[in-house]
């Protein structure tokens, strides 16, 4: 154990730093960016003014990358805090109830929905909608959700089996100070550690699926998007693919680290 | 063992729920499209002979139900409709894009368990140390990264500077085995999740394994270290792992997806996002229901095997 306490520290600083520009970068950027665009210049060109060069429509880069963070990061913030406003009363209720049908009417959907590939089901609907950026969040936290209400349930089922439950119940309080009030703050630690997990893998769904075209307009000012449009002219200005490309990766990584080094830490405590 | 009759039975249940769900939800597609379905699908060419022509071939004149009922009884034959953009059979695209596709799969579930045991297995053996902390820094950055801004940096780096491989699988047809450069790259990736994944927890049940009694004792009775780790140590190591197998699944098919877009591989990922942007709805169909089915057999295939080996274990159903 020692030796592991000689890791974390580093470990968190180590995510901290990767994850810094690129969410620097997605929250700050548009403050930035400036409003116009300016004159389009030939596509896939370096130098020229650009210190990227130009992406596929002849657009600054340097200014797509700072515009282009925004959405990845509001959409997946938005989509978890979705999630779990479906998840925590669907798990809660589920698991403080004493009434078996009604608990297996809750969660056996839940069950059947875990079995569908999750990018499957974002694709079948952008088949036949076209989803906005609202569209998207809502997606993706309907695929996040029943994972989500698993583990409200489970947490919530062994905080309801504590003794306490059975005093507050005997002392007739209301199902709200149980609920929320016992069993929701004594499982708050579990779930700041499933969000932190969440959001890592919300991140990842809501750029592949803007990778792919689901949620976004096709010349979008969005990482995902770039990397997609302007892989066209990778042999020519890479600049326009790697830029975004690597943001995203240190995000994702990052964000990992980070969640990652936290719990350990609060393990420790 | 009471009761594994019965558990087996609920899961079979489950997966059949399951099916049944996925062959519902692939139906409700056409059902949700807002307005006249047909006039919806015609979209930037709005003619009223190709209304009509969309109208027939979905047989949209006829009553819910029944189309459904016609609909999941040719699934059982095989049957899967015909394209809207073509008017071939939905079963021609799928075969077409078939082999490409399996032999993604299989090369890289093929490479997947050794190369997650064998990281695992390394990390956990040298705790703490240099090896460990580097396997375990790494697999946890990796594991995150989607698939597309991890290939495409891939592809700057191996195909463009350094020219070592071609940058997609383009002019190469269906015949991959052919030109086993152009796997290279796209299998790497699909791996790089994964391996990760399972990296990490083979690593802390070989941890967990090694620290245990029974492994003290047969140190004791002068049993070699590899035999110690690999026949008595692993096995109890990996039931952890294998049930996280559900989810490498998930990912698996996600990601076979994405790399064959990347890579522009012709496979049945390809063919869907095709059809995705065609709106070919028959066709997007078949292929959900050929993912979706294949994502319930494989996750009741593996809760069935991690039932069997590590009964403890408490797996859904």
């Not at chain 1, 049908?101 to 909608?129: G, K, N, T, Y």
Request: charged share 15%; with cysteine.
């Amino acid at each position: 154990m020692k030796t592991l306490a000689g890791i974390r520290p580093g470990r968190f600083t180590l995510g901290l730093v990767i994850v810094a520009v690129p969410l620097a970068l997605a929250l700050l950027g548009p403050l930035f960016a400036g409003g116009s665009s300016g004159p389009r210049a030939p596509s896939f060109t370096l130098g020229g003014g650009h210190w990227l060069g130009t992406d596929f429509v002849g657009r600054d880069v340097w200014q797509q990358v700072l515009l282009g963070g925004q959405s990845v990061v509001l959409v997946a913030l938005a989509a978890t805090a979705l999630a779990y406003l479906v998840a925590l009363p669907l798990g809660l209720i589920s698991a403080l109830t004493h009434r078996t049908w009604l608990e297996e009417l809750l969660m056996r959907p839940v069950d059947v929905l875990l079995a569908v590939p999750s990018l499957l089901l974002i694709l079948l609907v952008a088949a036949v909608f076209s989803p906005g950026a609202v569209g998207l969040s809502l997606l993706v936290a309907l695929v996040n959700f029943p994972d989500a209400a698993r583990i409200v349930r489970a947490a919530a089922a062994e905080a309801a089996s504590r003794p306490a439950v059975e005093a507050l119940r005997m002392q007739g309080e209301t199902w709200w100070r149980m609920a929320v009030g016992y069993v929701g703050r004594s499982i708050a630690r579990t779930l700041a550690a499933d969000a932190g997990v969440r959001l890592t893998g919300v991140l990842y769904l809501v750029a592949t699926a803007a990778f792919l075209g689901v949620g976004v307009e096709p010349d979008a000012a969005d990482w995902a998007v770039m990397v997609d449009r302007n892989r066209t002219g990778l042999f020519v200005q890479p600049w326009a693919v790697v830029v975004p490309a690597l943001l995203i990766v240190a995000l994702t990584m990052g964000s990992n680290l980070l969640f990652d080094a936290v719990l350990q830490r609060r393990k420790r405590t | 063992m009471i009761g594994l009759r019965s558990w087996v039975a609920r899961r079979l249940l489950l997966g059949v729920a399951q099916t049944a769900a996925v062959v519902l939800l692939v139906f409700a597609l056409t059902e949700a499209l807002p307005g006249d379905a047909a006039v919806a699908l015609a979209g930037d060419q709005p003619d009223p002979e190709r209304i009509t022509a969309i109208r027939e071939a979905l047989h949209l004149d006829r009553p819910a139900y029944e189309r459904l009922a016609d609909w999941a009884a040719g699934l059982l034959h095989g049957d899967f409709g015909t394209s809207l953009a073509s008017g071939r059979p939905v079963s021609s695209y799928i075969a077409d894009g078939f082999g490409p596709t399996v032999l993604l799969a299989v090369l890289t579930m093929g490479l997947l368990v050794p190369a997650g045991v064998g990281l695992g297995v390394l990390a956990a053996r040298h705790e703490g140390r240099l090896a460990d902390r580097l396997v375990s820094s790494v697999t946890l950055g990796v594991y995150a990264v989607p698939e597309f801004a991890f290939g495409v940096l891939l592809i700057t780096v191996f195909a463009l500077r350094l020219g070592w491989l071609p940058p997609t699988a383009v002019g190469y047809g269906t015949d991959l085995l052919a030109h086993p450069a152009a796997l290279v790259l796209p299998v790497l990736v699909l791996l790089s999740r994964p391996v990760c994944s399972l990296a990490r927890l083979v690593r802390a049940g070989m941890i967990d394994a090694l620290a245990s009694p029974y492994v003290a004792q047969a140190r004791r009775y002068g049993i070699s270290g590899a035999r110690i780790r690999y026949a008595h140590a692993l096995p109890n190591a990996i039931a952890p792992a294998a049930q996280q197998l559900a989810r490498t699944i998930d990912w698996l098919l996600c990601g076979v997806i994405v790399v064959e877009a990347l890579y522009v591989i012709p496979g049945l990922g390809t063919v869907l996002m095709n059809a995705v942007a065609e709106r070919d709805v028959p066709v997007v169909q078949g292929l959900a229901v050929v993912f979706g089915l294949t994502a319930v057999v494989l996750n009741l295939g593996a809760d069935l095997v991690v039932h069997r080996f590590s009964p403890r274990a408490g797996v859904a159903a």
